[in-house]
């Protein structure tokens, strides 16, 4: 079973969902049957690269709330966090353009370490004092090295703003033809789709109901054709 998961390294709830998901996954019993994609969202996609600020004076600006409120918000979610086992920054934390990052999460991908780099960027993004954002290539590049990519690789990356550029736009693409228009966003098996950071009981929930619906093969004989299997090819005898 796939299950693909659209989300964003600026959003919080993605941070706190993908924990919820994976206590679930953990619980569930076919867990080494299930692969887990992770797909691009763009939550601030038309912010220019170099526009960086404080994520409470983005949060003023973007949703009209006052700095209190948005420092509420902040708080609530460190402790919506800190329940998951997750560490969170509710103060000094800054925000900006995450197209690089994803463009280096399909780099991850095609190597096989995805979900490694994706959690060290929510990890860097939300828990640590030093920024994804203000720091530059460098930090991208040390926390990809630290997730098993070849630093070479990875700089020649971030040098070619084409590079897998595609492949995060026919992810987003892709988001809003299944209708999602926040994240996260998880589709299990292209049939059930569980939007939000739900309780991990609603993950446990839909993992069991999609496994259970998968269709079983029908298999179409048309008689004895020909075909090989462990003992060997079947030698039509005339």
Known sequence: MRVEIWSDIACPWCYVGKARFEKALEAFPHRDQVEVVHRSFELD??????????????????????????????????????????DYRTE???????????????????????????QLFYRANFAEERSVFSEGDERLVELAVAAGLDADEVRKVLADPEAYADDVRADEREAAQLGA?????????RTYGVSGAQPAEVFEQALTQAWGDRSPLTLIDQGDAHACGPDGCAVPQH
């Open 92 to 118: 000094g934390r800054d925000h900006g353009n995450t197209f690089d990052m994803h463009r280096l999460l399909h780099l991850a991908k095609a190597r096989g370490r995805q979900d490694e780099l994706i």
């Open 181 to 189: 228009n926040g994240v996260p966003f998880f589709v299990l098996d």
């Open 45 to 86: 996609p038309g912010r220019a690269k170099g526009d960086i600020q404080p994520v409470i004076t983005m949060l003023t600006k973007k949703y009209g709330m006052s700095a209190a409120q948005a420092q509420a918000g902040e708080e609530n979610l460190g402790a919506q966090a800190a329940a998951e086992g997750l």
